[in-house]
């Protein structure tokens, strides 16, 4: 589990990347995320 704390986009990138396409960009780029949230 802690692994999927560490890295918890990438991991999830990784595990279902078809499964979620939209995410792949969100995990690439942490920081965009951050700001787009606000």
Do not use: H
Not at 11 to 34: E, F, I, L, Y
């Amino acid at each position: 589990m802690v692994d999927l704390v560490f890295k918890g986009p990438l991991q999830t990138v990784c595990s279902q990347p078809n499964n979620n396409p939209s995410r792949r960009n969100r995990g690439r780029a942490n920081t965009d995320t951050s700001t787009s949230n606000g």
